[in-house]
């Protein structure tokens, strides 16, 4: 991260020069994602080095979360969009319900399923899984 900002402030600089420098900017504009994307890597190792159950079962329902996403969003702006309110309040509410809706699918109609083993390999049910039964209704 340290070498990352000094790399986007000369690229920036080299723009603002013209010409002779527009090399430079395109060097440093690339240089500068890079090691963004490394420091991030690093950082990451290091921070989340240790087994994670949340961070684990939404690494496994990335990929459906890829793939059934766009019709979802598509169908809840088309909703939202007459609503009387800003897109600042929008927008969130339109990625924090399709995800809601699509972990959901994920876990009952997805996980354990011929789709699931398709989408990430088989997965089978931790014992506490597999034995515990249904509330019961009163």
């Not at 990625?95 to 699509?102: E, M």
Request: charged share 15%; glycine share 8%.
């Amino acid at each position: 991260f340290a070498a990352a900002v000094p790399v986007l402030f000369i690229g920036l600089a080299s723009m603002e020069e013209g010409g002779a420098l527009r090399g430079l900017l395109g060097f440093s504009a690339s240089l500068y994602a890079w090691l963004l994307i490394l420091g991030f890597i690093g950082f990451f190792r290091l921070c989340c080095s240790r087994e994670n159950k949340t961070i684990r079962y939404v690494s496994d329902s990335a990929y459906w979360l890829y793939l059934a996403h766009l019709p979802l969003i598509q169908i809840i702006q088309i909703w939202v969009s007459d609503w009387p309110l800003p897109s600042i309040i929008k927008l969130p509410f339109v990625c924090i319900v399709t995800t809601g809706i699509l972990l959901l699918m994920y876990e009952y109609l997805v996980r354990y399923t011929p789709i699931g083993t398709l989408l990430n390999g088989k997965r089978t049910r931790t014992p506490t899984e597999a034995t515990r039964e249904p509330p019961l209704i009163t």
